[in-house]
């Protein structure tokens, strides 16, 4: 495929202010916005999973081996590489249909974009990142829609199929089952590194690999009765993210921080003040939930808290399937996939040790 070269002097993060899942409204915000949401419209037996648990997609059952998922994300430019931006932004929105261990079918595209101010190559080439994308996925780009935008927005809604008796919500963990991480942390802090141009381009080349990494082992994973509930580490954050399971499934947790996963020069970064406007905001929006052990320092919390873009797939399973879990995540070149914690009978509060 030919692919348009675009200006190389345009830079598509300064249109936009935030960028990637960083871009999501904070979780105490989006709490409030959405109470009561939708409680007097009727909920018919076929809609298996809709806004109650904030899982990752809506469910609903077509037959005995056929369930309907279908989700949608969308967001600002995390990257300055339009191509790029495309096939970031198309991965993260189909991993919502691998998280609930469905098969991808078909995507409509969301398209909005300043017309004024970004040449239509520029267009062109984020639209041609997405299709490269669903290619991977093996899924096509079937319609969408477009408006002119203030800043440029692109994402995808994802359509996609899954046996009802193997999806995998948020909100059934049970006690005694072990958190494990399928990608490593940090892409919100190397995206604020790209940003203050602090990031090298090996911790660019990093930070791609991992966005653009699709979580197809999630159809793998659905298919481990060892598997009992399942999510993707987005905008909110490992700590934002885990404290869904537990607050779906009714369950307490402890992650235990030395067991992360991180991307290479992470830590540094962060030292050095790349850090996202959207961390502190996840922060206040849930640190009231979660318990951090001396030791835990503002620099860990903040990768604890980084809006992960296009994130790994989070894993609560039986202590016995820890392996096969792992052993799907290397099968899939998940090569730092890591166990990172368990879960227990108590409130919904999360510790970190």
């Not at 919502?96 to 398209?111: C, K, Q, T, W």
């Amino acid at each position: 495929m030919d692919i348009a070269t675009p200006d190389e002097s345009l830079r598509l993060t300064s249109f936009s202010h935030g960028g990637g899942c960083g871009c999501k409204i904070s979780p105490g915000v989006l709490a409030d916005i959405l109470k009561r949401s939708g409680d007097s419209l009727p909920v018919p037996p076929e809609l298996l999973v809709g806004i109650e648990t904030s899982d990752d997609a809506a469910v609903y059952q077509i037959n005995d081996t056929q369930a309907l998922v279908a989700t949608t994300d969308f967001f600002m430019p995390i990257v300055d590489d339009p191509f790029d931006f495309g096939r970031i932004a198309a991965t993260n929105a189909i991993s919502d249909i691998y998280a609930m261990g469905g098969r991808p079918v078909l995507a409509l595209a969301l398209v909005a974009m300043p017309i004024d101010r970004l040449p239509t190559e520029t267009i062109r080439c984020i639209l041609e990142g997405g299709q490269s994308a669903c290619a991977t996925a093996g899924i096509p780009i079937a319609g969408g829609h477009t408006i002119d935008s203030v800043e440029p927005i692109y994402g995808l809604v994802a359509i996609g199929l899954v046996d009802p008796r193997r999806l995998k919500r948020n909100s059934a963990a049970r006690p005694g089952d072990r958190l494990v991480l399928g990608k490593p942390l940090g892409v919100g802090i190397l995206s604020a590194a790209l940003k203050k141009e602090q990031l090298s381009a090996t911790g660019y080349q990093a930070m791609i690999d991992s966005t653009t990494q699709p979580n197809t082992a999630g159809i793998a994973l659905a298919e481990l009765d060892g598997v009992h509930a399942m999510t993707d580490v987005t905008g909110f954050g490992l700590l934002g993210h885990t404290l869904e399971i537990l607050r779906g499934s009714s369950l307490g947790g402890t992650i235990e921080h030395a067991r992360l996963p991180l991307l290479a020069g992470v830590m540094e970064l962060a030292a050095a003040g790349c850090i996202t406007g959207a961390s502190g905001r996840n922060w206040a929006g849930y640190g009231d939930d979660v318990d951090l052990d001396e030791g835990i320092d503002a620099i860990t919390r903040a990768v604890l808290t980084d809006p992960q873009t296009s994130g790994g797939l989070l894993v609560a399973c039986a202590p016995g399937s820890v392996e096969a879990v792992l052993d799907v995540f290397r099968r899939d070149g998940f090569m730092q996939a890591a166990e990172i914690g368990e879960l227990e009978a108590g409130p919904a509060r999360l510790r970190v040790v």
